[in-house]
Nanobody, 121 residues
Framework: QVQLVESGGGLVQPGGSLRLSCSAS????????MGWYRQAPGKERELVAV???????NYADSVKGRFTVSRNNAKNTVNLQMNSLKPEDTAVYYC???????????????WGQGTQVTVSS
């Protein structure tokens, strides 16, 4: 089993910043990709940013230039620095990890429980 624990959500004014963190623990051999998705009320869950273990990143067009994803491979953590936040960034943000179990080397894919980000004046 693998557990993902997120932190850092909250309420922020437009133009403000927040930093989300996610830590993975459990029977982990390797995590290929860690990333962040979000889901606003009435909308589909969408990719925000993802980073692979070699540092390759991919961002949604709507957050490019404002959000930065980073990870610590040794600690199995991923962060999302969100700057210049807009009301349309309001959503529940979910951490996701794709990798391989330590004991069996079978692949896994896990989601965190989600953390609320609200951008409002």
């Amino acid at each position: 089993q693998v557990q993902l624990v997120e932190s850092g959500g909250g309420l922020v004014q437009p133009g403000g910043s927040l930093r989300l963190s996610c830590s993975a623990s459990g029977s982990i051999f390797r995590i290929n990709a860690m990333g962040w998705y979000r889901q606003a009320p009435g909308k589909e869950r969408e990719l925000v940013a993802v980073i692979t273990d070699d540092g390759t990143t991919n961002y949604a067009d709507s957050v490019k230039g404002r959000f930065t994803v980073s990870r610590n491979n040794a600690k199995n953590t991923v962060n999302l620095q969100m700057n210049s936040l807009k009301p349309e960034d309001t959503a529940v943000y979910y951490c996701k990890a794709d990798g391989y179990y330590r004991s069996t080397y079978f692949p896994f894919s896990y989601w965190g429980q989600g953390t609320q980000v609200t951008v409002s004046s």
